[in-house]
């Protein structure tokens, strides 16, 4: 007699295999598909996933400049994982909080964080996007 635990514990592992995968950026090595500078900082790279392929960034400013002008279908329809500036875990861009004044790797400033800081402003994902591109600090 087939064991129904294991057919169901096979489906979800298949399942499972099928899902989104992210955060796997080899720092170091992996360079950033807009700058071509080697990603190796893990406080401000940014993870998309798109179609079934990940694309690789160094800094939230480059994914921005490399969505404008090559596929901006990216911004609203991509998975988009960007470094917790102080963990380092990827967490969802949209959800996090972004402030301005940090050394980030092109130096467009901009940090990520899971939580917001206290008596500091923020911007969502949306504002950041929209600042960004407005910005003439376009690399």
Known sequence: MINVFKILAILLFLVGC??????KVH??????????????????????????????FD??????SYAVKQNPELIS??????NDYESGEFIEARTAYFYHGYGSPMMFG???FK?????????????????????KAHH
């Open 77 to 82: 329809k991509a998975k988009i994982y960007v």
């Open 115 to 135: 939580q917001p800081l206290n008596g500091k402003e923020a911007l969502n994902f949306d504002e950041l996007i929209k600042h960004l591109k407005n910005s």
């Open 59 to 64: 800094d939230i400013g480059c994914f921005v």
């Open 18 to 23: 099928d899902g989104e995968s992210y955060g």
């Open 27 to 56: 720092f170091d090595r992996e360079p950033c598909k807009h700058c071509q500078m080697i990603i190796s900082d893990n406080k401000f790279s940014v993870d998309v996933v798109f179609n079934g392929k990940n694309l690789y």
């Open 110 to 112: 901009y940090a990520a």
